[in-house]
């Protein structure tokens, strides 16, 4: 394991649930990052927490919910979501907001699947 | 929009040669790039990064050549070996402050080196 636990590993969900993605670090980090990666298209930037605070939003539809309660635990909350909102959604963190040389920590990611 | 182009999509490479995976970014605020290795079932780990003072940086059989004139760059692996089979993905930010948080990627490549 890297570091960062996301749980579930796989989820199918109907488009009327609600479901919730939760992330997990124990590094010490200070930001923490939603990607979403889709099959032949860039790791996509979703959103930034910095020290709890929200710092970017990159356009993300209102269906996907962050929460960052504290600087350890990252959640994506769902609901109403579309098929093409199918991937592989990746919860990373760093020591900061600004990148390091040590990088991003990235965990398994979860697999979602809307039918 | 801040974009980062990858090449190839898709690489196979016989086991001892030299893999070779490029990428061109627009932004020229971007100050730090660095290079994720992806296996399956699992989430991008840092290999390598680089920043525009320098031309070329080496790791071990990780090579990354730099062209600030041309906004370039590219990974060379070095005598690969079919545990380097991998999906790579370029990526560049503003290490130095300023512009958005997080990583901008690269759509990644498949590489296969063949025993």
């Known amino acids: 394991e890297t570091g960062v636990t996301q749980t579930p590993r796989h989820l199918v969900m109907g488009m009327t649930n609600k479901k919730s993605l939760k992330c997990e670090q124990h590094l010490g980090h200070n930001a923490m990052y939603w990607y979403k990666q889709s099959a032949k298209k860039p790791l996509e930037l979703m959103f930034v927490y910095n020290f709890k605070e929200q710092t970017e939003n990159n356009s993300v539809p209102s269906r996907f919910s962050p929460e960052c309660p504290n600087s350890s635990h990252l959640f994506l909350h769902l609901h109403t979501l579309q098929p093409e909102d199918s991937a592989l959604y990746l919860c990373?963190?760093?020591?900061?907001?600004?990148?390091?040389?040590?990088?991003?920590?990235f965990g398994s990611g979860t697999r979602l699947t809307v039918v | 929009q801040q974009q980062v182009k990858q090449s190839p999509q898709s690489l196979i490479v016989q086991k001892g040669g030299i893999s070779i995976i490029n990428c061109a970014y627009e932004n020229t605020a971007f100050d730090y790039f660095p290079w994720y290795q992806q296996f399956p079932g699992k989430g991008p780990a840092l290999l390598i990064a680089?920043?525009?003072?320098?031309s070329e940086k080496k790791e071990g059989r990780f090579t990354i050549s730099f062209n600030k004139s041309a906004k370039q760059f590219s990974l060379h692996i070095m005598d690969s070996q079919p545990g380097d089979s991998a999906t790579y993905f370029c990526a560049a930010s503003q290490y130095s402050g300023g512009g958005a948080d997080g990583l901008t990627f690269g759509k990644g490549t498949h590489l296969i080196i063949q025993p």
């Open positions: 680089i920043r525009p003072d320098v």
């Open positions: 990373a963190s760093s020591q900061d907001r600004r990148a390091s040389w040590v990088g991003y920590t």
